[in-house]
């Protein structure tokens, strides 16, 4: 008589399991996990922890795991590791905190535990990929307006705006965007300005389009190159919407740099929308107005009214008004054969915002003493 398989394999003795080695995290549920993970991370032994902090960041993907990790102190555990000795250990925690920033409970007990001074110790840690994921953190951080401020109280634009100048290049962007949050406060401006952000940004705006290929005569911005390009562009010009920013901006020669960004053919939409937002803060200035015309600046101003993005359409025609302003500025944008029809055009188009700010520009342009 044949025994069926499964009732065989009911009865079938095996053997007990194997002991599983001491650096192996097993993983815990309920209401252990978070605890048994925590008291992991902070013991002595380095292969615990190194395995841990993996399982950390895994676990960080899930919100409710984010709430009980920080619950139980592992925030200001893993900020005092973004300085340890190890290296794994340092890319592991600091790519933890990452994630936690991202999180409203991760975020907010990275500030109550006053962790973001032990995190901007990375800033300068030789690692570009432990100096990735600080960035990446404060950058999270500074997305509201409390982290904005107790960022600045901790002077991490200062720190960022010296990292800048001498970062790897794809970590820039991240730099640039953390900065351009902070100095929307009054005290991160003023730091941003004492500390070079403004010749920074001009600096970066010095960058020129290669060919795509060595058989190619067509030039293009790297992918990255077009990301520090509009990141600094509209850093610089948010800061120049504050009088104190524009001076320094005048005196590095801000206008030349974005002007001749604005006269390279086919120049992306991403980057004209930042540099004419530069412009046109800058250009409230006299002198602004008149480094314009210095540096030939009216004819590719008005070479805007055509593009297809309204954002630049309508940052050319707010330009207009302010060079408009200065005789020799007027002068070039009356006697241009095409620019008043344009405006007479756009002052009545359907949209109202573009008809309104076109109604200003062709008023601006037309003045007579």
């Known amino acids: 008589m044949m025994i069926e398989d499964n009732t065989f394999n009911r009865f079938e003795n095996k053997g007990q399991p194997k002991q599983s080695v001491d650096t192996k995290i097993v993983a815990a549920y309920g209401l252990g996990k978070c605890p048994k993970l925590a008291k992991q991370i902070a013991g002595p032994d380095l292969d615990v922890r190194r395995n841990a902090l993996i399982v950390l960041c895994d ?66 840690d030789p690692s570009e990929v432990v100096r ?72 970066l705006l010095k960058k020129s389009p290669s060919p795509q290929s060595e058989d190619s005569d067509v030039l293009s911005f790297s992918a990255t190159d077009l990301q520090i390009l509009s990141e600094s562009a509209r850093t610089l010009g948010f800061m120049c919407f504050d009088g104190r920013a524009k001076l320094p901006a005048l005196q590095f020669g801000a206008i030349a740099e974005l002007i001749r960004l604005l006269k390279i053919p086919n120049l992306e939409t991403v980057v004209k929308q930042s540099v004419t937002i530069a412009v046109m803060a800058i250009t409230i200035t006299d002198e602004g ?47 241009d054969s095409t620019c008043v029809i344009k405006l007479r055009k756009l002052a009545k188009s359907e949209d109202p915002m573009v008809s309104r700010h076109a109604s200003i520009a062709l008023a601006a342009a037309s003045w007579t003493p």
């Open 59 to 124: 676990e960080f993907q899930n919100p409710l795991a984010i709430e009980g990790c920080c619950r139980e102190g592992v925030i200001s555990v893993i900020a005092e590791m973004v300085s340890d000795a190890d290296f794994i250990t340092r890319v592991r925690a600091s790519q933890a905190l990452a994630l936690a920033a991202r999180d409203s409970n991760g975020f907010l007990t990275i500030l109550e535990t006053e962790s973001i001074p032990l995190i901007l110790h990375g800033v300068d």
């Open 132 to 203: 990735g994921n600080v960035y990446n953190c404060l950058l999270q951080v500074t997305r509201s307006n409390i982290g904005v401020e107790t960022a600045v109280k901790y002077k991490v634009v200062v720190a960022f705006v010296k990292a800048c100048g001498n970062e790897m290049d794809h970590l820039k962007p991240i730099i640039l965007q953390a900065i351009h949050n902070m100095v929307g406060s009054e005290d991160g401006l003023l730091l941003a300005i004492e500390s070079g952000a403004v010749p920074l940004c001009i600096d």
């Open 289 to 335: 107005k008149i480094q314009i015309y210095k540096n030939d600046g009216v004819d590719c101003i008005m070479a805007l009214l055509y593009d297809d993005s309204k954002i630049v359409l309508l940052n050319a025609l707010k330009i207009i008004s302010n060079v408009a302003v200065y005789p020799r500025n007027r002068d070039i944008i009356v006697n």
